[in-house]
């Protein structure tokens, strides 16, 4: 089993993050607004949820958040701007250049896909542990 950790900050306009695997910082993420797990207008809740890789079309490799409560097709995927490209969905990026809106999304999403995917082509199974930075104190 490994875990990927992601530790939230939440604005009124959209979420700020930041993605960590074995303790190490990987990149950045952006995401929707909390706005009570609402379909496509809202990030989705705090807790740990299993990763699976999937590909489309539109998204090449990419991961599949399972098991979110009332939500479904959740998935970790390039974006740069969480209000015009996501729909719940969590963007990895390099740089956080502002509230949910970031830079160099594609080159942070290559850098978690060889991190964990060794992992997951192995079998490992592997999740997603989302908390926040005000109340977890980090």
Known sequence: MINIELIREYHPKA???KLFFKGEKVC????LP???NIKNISCIP???YQVVKRFSQKYK???LITNVSN?????IHPANFALKELKGCIAPVSNITGIGVGE????????LQNLINPYLEAGTKGFLII??????NI
């Not at 939500?71 to 998935?75: M, N, T």
């Not at 908390?131 to 977890?136: R, S």
């Open 131 to 136: 908390k926040n930075k005000i109340y977890d």
């Open 28 to 31: 950045d993420t952006i995401e």
């Open 46 to 48: 705090e807790g740990t």
């Open 61 to 63: 490799q990419h991961y």
């Open 71 to 75: 939500r479904s097709l959740i998935l």
């Open 15 to 17: 979420t700020n993050g």
């Open 104 to 111: 160099y999304s594609k080159k942070a999403m290559v850098k």
């Open 34 to 36: 909390w706005k009570n």
